[in-house]
């Protein structure tokens, strides 16, 4: 934006004022950024365009969970979900149209794949939860924490997702802190080392199984990216990050991954690790032929990982009598494109 405003011979401080408005304020009308000359601000308006995703459709579940269908373009829709909680408000945002990952327990993952998203279709995500939770007419924060964990694998979608983060992170920008800020990654092992080496958030992996024989089938990325490359780059990645934890996600899946094997065998790949497992209920959709761990299952599963030394929680279930938990996230996708495995 500086770089624009000189080539308009206008001063780069200029960026600072419409970012302000725009970031801080919520303000997209240039005839309301009263600190900006009147021809200024009509030169901008022939120049430049805010353009957002709409809003086609929203649904707020019983636990208070908000899911928004945005329109990206004609044929295209993403899901964006908002998190309340007491401590903190977590948004969830999509980074691709669909998904080229395939999980197989993964229902965004079913859709196939279309596009990466823009710059502007990522922070416009955040921009518009800001705007349809209050947190610009009354000042205040309401989303804290953002996980890039809704349609896409980010890792695919790399410099727009960076430019993104690093616009969240911004003083101009929300402003929030670089641990408030996650991306999560199916295990896209030259992503993560190059994420280390360019911006500063806190690393989430897809992880679901301990060994390459489940993976494979369950995170079919595995066959590029095995286990072991994959728990070294998260070796790699923390120590560039003061050994900070990464987190690992483990879905639940009754009678694929939730056995007393695959709880000590999940330990011993993370003994090494500073780590913190999430273990995810999974939450069933049509056709995906999986069932959810019973909870005495889930439960014995988290005490052997604890009792071997690692911070191991079961995330509660949000959304998904809104079809917008964990894995449930679907938009509307065009276009099929070719699936990477």
Request: aromatic residues 6%; contains cysteine; proline residues 4%.
């Amino acid at each position: 934006m500086r770089e624009y405003f000189s080539r308009i011979s206008e001063k780069p401080f200029r960026a600072t004022q419409v970012m302000k408005w725009v970031y801080h304020q919520g303000i997209t009308d240039f005839e309301k950024m009263t600190d900006i000359s009147k021809p200024l601000r009509e030169q901008l308006g022939q120049q430049t365009v805010f353009q957002l995703p709409e809003i086609v459709s929203q649904q707020t579940s019983v636990d208070g969970t908000r899911k928004w269908l945005l329109q990206i373009d004609e044929k295209n829709c993403i899901e964006t979900v908002f998190i309340p909680e007491k401590d903190r408000g977590t948004l969830c945002i999509s980074s691709q149209v669909g998904c080229p990952l395939d999980c197989s327990f993964c229902s965004t993952g079913k859709q196939g794949f279309s596009k990466n998203l823009s710059v502007a279709e990522i922070i416009g995500q955040l921009w518009l939860a800001n705007r349809e939770l209050g947190s610009f007419q009354d000042n205040r924060r309401v989303v804290t924490n953002v996980v890039m964990m809704g349609m896409g694998e980010p890792l695919l979608n790399f410099n727009n997702v960076v430019t993104a983060m690093n616009l969240m992170k911004d003083d101009l920008g929300f402003n929030l802190a670089q641990k408030r800020v996650t991306l999560s990654t199916a295990g896209v092992v030259p992503g993560i080392d190059k994420l280390a080496e360019t911006t500063k958030v806190s690393l989430a992996v897809s992880l679901h199984a301990a060994n390459n024989d489940t993976r494979d089938i369950l995170v079919p990325i595995n066959r590029k990216y095995p286990i072991k490359e994959l728990i070294a780059a998260c070796k790699r990645y923390a120590a560039q990050r003061d050994n900070d934890p990464i987190t690992f996600e483990y879905v639940m899946l009754d009678g694929i991954n939730d056995s007393s094997a695959d709880a000590r065998e999940l330990s011993r790949i993370l003994k090494d690790v500073p780590a913190k497992v999430n273990l995810i209920p999974f939450n069933p959709f049509p056709g995906s032929g999986y069932l959810c761990s019973p909870k005495r299952t889930i439960d014995a599963f988290r005490d052997i990982l604890v009792k071997n030394g690692l911070i191991t929680i079961t995330r509660k279930t949000r959304g998904d009598d809104i079809d917008a938990a964990c894995g449930q996230l679907v938009g509307k996708v065009a276009a099929k494109a070719k699936r990477l495995q």
